[in-house]
């Protein structure tokens, strides 16, 4: 089993190369073991005694990090890595791609799909691999979208009978009860969608939601599920923002 490496603190001057891909090394094989925070060290252990003049290292380096960053679940940190990597080195395809897949896992598809149309332009030798990169985040976005929706559709179909099926009775004791019934239905929609990371990918997904939520139209359609509100339901909420001053 590798073991990490103990190295002086005296500084880059301190250090040779050959310390420096040594640890390097060290991190790819901790990543193939899957021992992600023994890799993240020995990166960041090569990097602080690279040399600064080495500049196709440090990105390499940097990279490397994004990527432990990303199998940690700390995406945030896995994009400002492959983004610092790109800073350092704007001649990686592969950079491009990695930030696209990074982005993709935070639901961010749009900006990923961007990311691998600006890597296709700048490295169309490397369009082959490019392409299967913007597959599977096509592949990822429509898995989550189809995810997303069902989860929405069979949510409300299940409880819009019981929460808007009746008018209430005439007091405003009644009107609010009903009112508060409906933000407690949006509440719930996380738990019914899985209520954890691996099923929700990311919380992107649900502010998408709540997003549709804020358009008045997108908020009908969603809550009443394309039933029409009849002139004497006029006391239901037609926006979300209706919804929570009501409540």
Partial sequence: MV?????????????SKQTVLDLKSDGNNFFKEKEFEKALVAYEQALAFAD?????LKSALKG???????HL?????????CREAQELDQSSAKLLAREATILAEMGEFSKAKHAVEKATHQFPGERKSLLRTLSAVEKKEKKAKSKLESGIDGFF?????SLYSEKPVASKTEVEAQFR???????????????????????????????RLMDPK???????????????QMYLPNSFAELLENE
């Fill in 3 to 15: 073991e990490i490496r103990e190295v002086s603190e005296s500084g880059s001057s301190g250090a």
């Fill in 52 to 56: 600064d003049t080495d500049i196709a």
């Fill in 64 to 70: 490397n990090m994004a990527l432990v960053f990303y």
């Fill in 73 to 81: 679940n700390r995406l945030d940190e896995a994009l400002v890595s």
């Fill in 157 to 161: 179909n299940r409880s819009k009978t």
């Fill in 181 to 211: 019934a409906a933000k407690n239905l949006l509440e719930k929609l996380k738990s019914s969608l899985g209520g954890n990371d691996s099923d929700l990918q990311h919380m992107s997904l649900m502010n998408g939601l709540f997003k």
């Fill in 218 to 232: 997108e908020f009908r359609k969603i809550v009443y599920n394309g039933m029409e509100v009849l002139e004497e």
